[in-house]
């Protein structure tokens, strides 16, 4: 499918959904205004009657991942601010009884059980759902691998190792903006603005921060690769040579923290 047709479609469902919840506000009754779905049934009722037959014609020609995906933080975001998800009405009530605790699984459910009722598939509910905390179960365990990764390389760094750190740094600034390098940038990308630059530095602690639950390198800044100050991204202020910081690790790529020959 050619992607600006595929993004132009989308845009267009995002316009007509949001034009269809303003308008459903003019229609119905202030009975019906009123009512918020108290089960999976009711909302299908619902959404019949709040789409105009041009949204669902549109909704009919997508996939339902696109579909459910694209209306997140649109159709989504009304279903779970105006049907009591958030506030943990009869619908969150209805969900968390099949064991679905989240208000954003719910909607999302809520959105792929609609797109199946429009095109005259099985909603499967108890299916779905099955998916759902099979894929949550999936992430979890690829954040437990990845944090027993953090944790090896954490044995790797003692308190007293210099260590060389690479950062990007925002070109032509006075003091340069970093950023660590992290496993979800583009390099390509990244160096189209900043400047890869080799930071040398200090371990004084290491760890779990305890309001983040981030693994964390308490580091002394010892060389700023000629620069008297930069801006660190976090905690976002101006430092010097001989400031401390914490550097979260959750996301990071290893391969950018060298210990400094001994």
């Known amino acids: 499918m050619n992607i600006r047709f595929s993004y132009m479609r ?28 108290k089960n999976l049934e009711e909302c299908m009722a619902k ?6 037959e041009t949204d669902k014609d549109t909704i009919r020609s997508m996939g339902e991942h696109d579909f459910a995906t694209s209306q997140h933080f649109s159709l989504g975001l009304h279903i779970r601010n105006y049907w009591g998800l958030w506030k943990q009405k009869e ?25 199946r009722h429009l095109t005259g598939r099985k909603i499967d509910l108890k299916g779905q759902i099955q998916e759902l905390n099979a ?19 954490m044995k790797t760094y003692g308190i007293g190792d210099t260590v060389i750190i690479d950062f ?18 583009d390099p390509e990308v990244m160096l189209q603005h900043y400047n890869l630059t ?24 010892l060389d700023l690769a000629g620069n008297d100050k930069i801006r660190l991204w976090y905690p976002y202020n101006k430092s010097k040579v001989g400031d401390i910081f914490d550097l979260p690790l959750n996301g990071i790529d290893f391969s950018s923290i060298k210990k400094f020959p001994n």
């Not at 989308?10 to 779905?37: V, W």
């Open 168 to 185: 990007y740094l925002r070109k032509n600034m006075k003091y340069p903006q970093s950023y660590s390098v992290q496993h979800s940038q």
């Open 47 to 52: 959404l019949d009657l709040m789409l105009t």
């Open 91 to 115: 619908l969150y009530h209805f969900f968390d009884s099949l064991g679905v605790t989240h208000p954003d699984n719910m909607s999302g459910l809520i959105l792929v059980s609609y797109h």
């Open 135 to 153: 894929s949550i179960s999936e992430y979890q365990q690829k954040i437990e691998n990845y944090n027993d990764e953090i944790r090896e390389h």
């Open 10 to 37: 989308h845009l267009l469902l995002l316009l007509l959904t949001q034009f269809a919840i303003l308008s459903y506000t003019q229609e119905p009754t202030r009975k019906e205004l009123k009512y918020k779905p």
């Open 198 to 221: 080799p930071l040398t530095m200090l371990v004084v602690n290491k760890g779990i921060d305890s309001k983040t639950k981030q693994f964390e390198l308490s580091l002394r800044l």
